[in-house]
């Protein structure tokens, strides 16, 4: 079965810091998706890597993925307040026979002025 | 870009009454429609895969009795929730998968489901 974790599950940090959330995935798969969702709405699609060493940035944040590590990144450049947010990681099973995504355990990011 | 139109957006219902959810994909045909479960300040978890035209796949301990799933139409699924109880109320998601261009997964907006 597919575990998908990530670390730290809760951070707060200032406003101007970097910061790095990783997610760790337990089975083969070159596809990685982030997602944000802020309190009470659905998901916003972040970051779509669809390959080993993909590495996709927008705005202050920046995704990678090691398929070989089976590690996921998202890092946060000079936070600022609208950061903000629950982020996910999601692993795409597809063409391993499995089409589904199976959501990381979220990290909660707050950002402190 | 891709649209699923999820609704209604919240509900509350009776204990022992069945609540039914649409998630529709807008602008493109969505053969494969996912439905997820979050409750408070958890992670999404999948409770249902469906394919236009054929029976839904659950996943291991949700009970497909009690979470009706139909996806009649390429643009089209549905979730009814039978004889809803408190432990019910949940926030539900649905996702669309199409294919061709639109390779990825696009999320409805959530349905806030409150049982009383």
């Known amino acids: 079965e597919l575990k998908v974790e990530q670390n730290p599950l809760f951070l707060s940090m200032q406003e101007g810091k970097n910061y790095t959330i990783y997610c760790n995935y337990s089975t083969t798969s070159d596809r990685l998706y982030w997602y944000r969702q802020d309190p009470g709405k659905s998901l916003e699609s972040l970051f779509v890597?669809?390959?080993?060493?993909a590495v996709k940035q927008e705005g202050r944040l920046m995704a990678s993925l090691d398929t070989k590590a089976r590690l996921s990144t998202l890092h946060i450049t000079a936070a600022v307040h609208d950061l903000s947010a629950t982020y996910f990681c999601a692993v795409d099973m597809r063409g391993f026979g499995n089409e589904k995504l199976t959501f990381g355990t979220g990290t909660r990011l707050t950002i402190i002025p | 870009g891709a649209v699923v139109s999820q609704h209604p957006s919240r509900v509350i219902c009776k204990s022992g009454t069945s609540v039914k959810i649409e998630c529709r994909s807008l602008?493109?045909?969505?053969?494969?429609m996912f439905w997820y479960r979050q409750f408070p300040k958890q992670s999404l978890m999948l409770m249902a895969t469906s394919n236009e035209g054929s029976k839904a796949t659950y996943e291991q301990g949700v009970e497909k009795d009690k979470f009706l799933i139909n996806h009649a139409s390429l643009t089209l699924s549905t979730l009814t929730v039978t004889s809803a109880h408190p432990e019910d109320s949940s926030f539900y998601i649905c996702?669309?998968?199409?294919?061709?261009?639109?390779?990825?997964?696009?999320f409805g907006s959530g349905t806030r489901l409150t049982v009383v």
């Open positions: 996702s669309a998968q199409g294919q061709g261009e639109v390779y990825g997964y696009t």
């Open positions: 602008d493109f045909q969505a053969t494969t």
């Open positions: 890597l669809l390959s080993n060493g």
